[in-house]
């Protein structure tokens, strides 16, 4: 199973944060075609500015790269161009479905850009690459971001709610972990699962297994986003077991955040042989300077996983995606003709 097999292989990913998508080489082209002014002018004198370096060790690390991430939103054809790139190469890489998330407050806030504006160039962007990439589903989720607080949290909210019928399909809450706990959202993801939104929510990463419990318990998250840390907690391990949630893997990210050490140490294989519902995703493809197939080699060639492992996740993945049954039916099916195919 080599890199060509596995960049052919049919997939699914659920969670990859689609300002966190962008090449430093896209961003710092952007920036010259516009005179926006960035840190550096060529892109390895930019790469660590916006891309995990050796020196980077924590959550917080991480989140800082997208201070100059966001220096590039400038107008909505920037952010629709970027959104058309972004689904571009999950094409090239045969991602079948994909859930992007975004976070319509940052987007705003970086350069002013009404909200409405940011989700209408996204949309716009998707619309583009639809026309050029058909074989690639895309759907959208919206992020409610911990540090911003529920004020703005009801802005990301509304602007879910205004285009539910064009492929926003889920929820999130991301952000600072440590210091801002998912209780106070509570109440806003009631909302949004009422509307029929699917609930996702990044717990486990930055802090510990009651970071994971309170997700379930207080916002009802039907899928949990990393959750690494669950192996601090047998009953929650258990839990998740029992009750099917998917855990929204993302090993390299994971190990730039210091969720995990290294790779070998990573919980995945653990988790997926002890039936946990696993789905593998790059979450910030650019910030970590990777893609989805790099992330099934780390799996291959590190965690002993199979094809047959890695398209048992990925109809894992489709399973717990955000679509009608009927949709999802459809993808699981359109994934395991695909997979008979890919073994011949």
Not at 167 to 187: I, K, M, R, S, T
Not at 253 to 276: K, L
Request: glycine fraction near 8%; aromatic fraction near 8%; charged fraction near 25%.
């Amino acid at each position: 199973m080599n890199d060509d097999l596995l960049r052919r292989m049919p997939k699914v990913e659920l969670h990859r944060h689609l300002e966190g998508a962008f090449r430093p080489e896209w961003l710092l082209e952007i920036a010259q075609e516009n005179g926006i002014p960035l840190p550096a002018s060529n892109t390895e004198s930019l790469r660590p500015y916006v891309q995990v370096t050796a020196q980077d060790r924590s959550l917080l690390d991480f989140l800082g790269k997208f201070s100059v991430i966001g220096q590039v939103f400038t107008s909505p054809l920037v952010i629709e161009r970027l959104t058309f790139k972004v689904i571009e190469e999950a094409a090239r890489e045969n991602i079948h479905y994909i859930e992007l998330r975004f976070d319509p407050c940052y987007m705003s806030l970086c350069r002013g850009i009404p909200m409405p504006l940011v989700a209408e160039a996204i949309l716009s962007g998707r619309d583009r690459a639809k026309g050029r990439y058909p074989k690639t589903q895309v759907r959208f989720i919206v992020i409610l971001q911990r540090q911003l607080g529920t004020v703005m949290g009801e802005k990301a909210l509304q602007i879910a709610l205004a285009y539910q019928d064009q492929g926003f399909v889920g929820v999130d809450l991301a952000g600072d972990e440590v210091n801002v706990p998912p209780e106070p959202f509570a109440g806003l993801f009631s909302r949004a699962e009422r509307a029929g939104f699917g609930i996702t929510l990044h717990a486990g990463e930055a802090r510990g297994s009651e970071s994971v419990r309170a997700a379930i318990e207080t916002c009802n998250a039907q899928r949990i986003g990393h959750g690494v840390r669950i192996t601090e907690d047998p009953s929650l391990r258990e839990l998740i077991r029992e009750r099917g949630i998917p855990l929204e893997i993302c090993v390299t990210s994971n190990i730039q955040t210091g969720a995990s050490r290294t790779y070998e140490e990573h919980p995945i294989r653990s988790f997926y042989e002890s039936g946990i519902q696993v789905t593998v995703s790059t979450d910030d493809p650019g910030v970590s300077g990777i893609d989805l197939t790099h992330e099934y080699g780390v799996l291959k060639d590190k965690l002993c996983f199979t094809a047959k492992d890695l398209q048992k996740m990925n109809l894992a993945a489709a399973e717990a995606a955000f679509l009608p049954l009927s949709e999802k039916t459809a993808l699981k099916e359109s994934l395991e003709l695909e997979y008979r195919k890919y073994s011949q």
